[in-house]
């Protein structure tokens, strides 16, 4: 149950407070007052978009406040237990609107997405606005009506998950059927690429060694030349510096024999003759193997042009090329099988599409089953509204597979006995639509877990015995649920248990907007004034009283 909504700077509305009980609440007032500005705020509390346009002028944000009396409302504690929102019964919900962008929704004092609001008041209010009247008069929504007023949900959603593997296999078996189609020309193309690839043999670090190597046999004369230098000065030459370290070492030996101290610079120099002596052996094996071979740089220049030109073709080093070889061999093999893949998808595709027709024509039977209910409650309903002979059926048509099922629905209406239902979007008349709307609305909120149920002036287009048969059937809903109504028919704010007015006040330069609970005489005055008009007499009164008191 909605006990109070609190606006704040929202709209023309510096600051006021709405509370709520229990059964059918009204709310009246002038055309302007105000009344539409307290619906758009329960549209903002049950996750409708934020705009700066609702900030008050003058103001930087706006603040809306709604409290709930939950209590034997099953859906909620889950949800609030789910992200860890502290409850006892007591739901206040907040929306925080910002000229900054930095909008806020609160509840219990935790901060909460905008998806998360719009799924925990789904199962708190239901909001039938004027433009919803509309909706009936487009036949794709009547499915959606008939679904939501007693389809299976489990298998709706059961049907929806079988016709998305449809749809995936659809999509995979027209994929495999182009593959087959372009199968011979693609494995000519993936053997060409294969067998080039595989037939380089290439090596992952080959590169860089035949670089190594090619560097080598470009400069096979300076090494050469360089080689013979040193080793002809370190070694092969009279007084060479092998040469001269001996005389040193010798020149060392004699003088350790006269001081032991210059004993680890001897040892030191001929280790060093040693390490000469080997470096020189291996200068002149180097330099003995050095060959100039004109033909083998060829051969590597050509091996390096090929692994350069295969980089640029596919556009990558030689890891790269090798990764593109398996997914090419990957893909020749699912060619070579692609006829059983074919096949097997095909079977699938069958055996879901079994599963779906078995769902689709068990969801069919369920619906034209529910569908007859439906009829004959809505008439039911319509005749306490004022339309003794309605007639409105929900007629099928088979159509090709949905994720909603093969059935197409309309809804077919008549309020004449002598005449047979046609099309209810060509021979609806406003007030029709208005009473079949609130029907079918109410009938769908009946035995679901919202506690509350707001009517922006359902009345629209009607008036009289008609417009007091509807107020009187909003009483019935509000037994069940607690209603809001806002209206400006007399005829339906009689049945109210609670009666709000707002009124708009000019307080010098500023507007301002009051809202009062109705006390019973002032009940009267209101019913008065929506009767009466501009001048209201002693029988407008009597007969506003008349209204209250039967």
Do not use: W
């Not at 372009?182 to 037939?199: A, G, S, T």
């Not at 409105?392 to 239902?421: H, L, M, W």
């Not at 109410?442 to 149920?453: C, F, G, M, T, Y």
């Not at 069940?480 to 709000?500: E, G, K």
């Amino acid at each position: 149950m909605l006990t109070s909504i609190s606006l704040s700077n929202f709209a023309i509305i510096d600051s006021i407070t709405v509370d709520f009980r229990k059964g059918l609440n009204i709310i009246t007032g002038d055309t302007g007052a105000g009344k539409s500005i307290i619906i758009d705020a329960l549209n903002l509390i049950k996750g409708a978009k934020a705009s700066p346009e609702y900030i008050r002028t003058g103001s930087d944000e706006a603040s809306i406040e709604a409290v709930f009396y939950t209590k034997g409302n099953s859906a909620i504690k889950p949800f609030l237990n789910e992200y860890g929102i502290e409850f006892d019964d007591t739901l206040i919900i907040k929306r925080i609107i910002s000229f900054s962008g930095k909008n806020k929704i609160i509840i219990n004092g935790s901060n909460v997405t905008l998806s998360m609001l719009c799924t925990l008041t789904d199962n708190l209010i239901d909001i039938f606005g004027q433009d919803e009247n509309r909706d009936l008069l487009n036949v794709n929504t009547h499915l959606d009506y008939l679904d939501r007023y007693g389809t299976d949900e489990k298998l709706l959603i059961e049907l929806f998950d079988c016709y998305q593997k449809l749809e995936q296999l659809k999509s995979e078996i027209d994929q495999t059927e182009k593959k087959i189609t372009e199968k011979k020309q693609k494995q000519d193309f993936l053997r060409f690429q294969c067998n080039e690839i595989e037939n380089a043999s290439l090596g992952i670090k080959e590169e860089e060694t035949l670089n190594a190597e090619r560097k080598i046999l470009a400069n096979s004369e300076l090494l050469s030349s360089n080689v013979g230098y040193c080793y002809h000065n370190l070694y092969e030459r009279e007084n060479s510096l092998y040469e001269q370290l001996q005389d040193i070492s010798e020149k060392l030996d004699e003088s350790t024999r006269v001081d032991n101290a210059l004993s680890e610079y001897a040892s030191l120099v001929k280790d060093s003759i040693t390490a000469l002596k080997e470096i020189a052996y291996a200068l002149r094996d180097y330099g003995e193997n050095i060959v100039a071979d004109p033909s083998r740089l060829d051969e590597i220049q050509n091996r390096l042009k090929n692994i350069t030109e295969l980089k640029r073709k596919y556009n990558g080093d030689v890891t790269d090329i090798l990764r593109i070889f398996r997914d090419y061999k990957a893909e020749l093999d699912e060619l070579d099988n692609i006829d059983d893949r074919l096949s097997e998808l095909q079977s699938s595709y069958k055996n879901q599409m079994q599963v779906y027709n078995e769902l689709s024509d068990k969801i069919s039977v369920n619906r034209k089953n529910k569908s007859h209910l439906l009829s004959s409650n809505v008439e039911q309903e319509l005749t306490t509204m004022g339309i003794k002979n309605a007639r409105f059926i929900a007629r099928f048509e088979c159509i090709e597979p949905t994720q909603r099922g093969t059935d197409k629905v309309e809804f077919y209406f008549s309020s004449n006995p002598d005449e047979q239902p046609k099309p209810l979007v060509k021979v609806v008349s406003g007030g029709e639509l208005s009473r079949i709307m609130l029907v079918i609305k109410s009938l769908i909120s009946r035995d679901d877990n919202r506690s509350v149920l707001i009517y922006d002036e359902p009345d629209s287009g009607i008036g009289g015995a008609t417009a007091e048969a509807v107020g009187r059937k909003i009483k019935d809903y509000s037994n069940n649920h607690q209603v809001l109504c806002v209206t400006h028919l007399a005829q339906v704010a009689r049945f109210a248990d609670n009666h709000i007015t707002v009124k708009k006040e000019h307080l010098e330069s500023n507007t301002k907007v009051i809202a009062n609970i109705l006390n019973e005489e002032q009940r009267v005055d209101e019913l008065a004034r929506m009767m009466g008009g501009i001048k209201i007499t002693k029988k407008t009164i009597d007969a506003a009283r008349e209204m209250i008191t039967h």
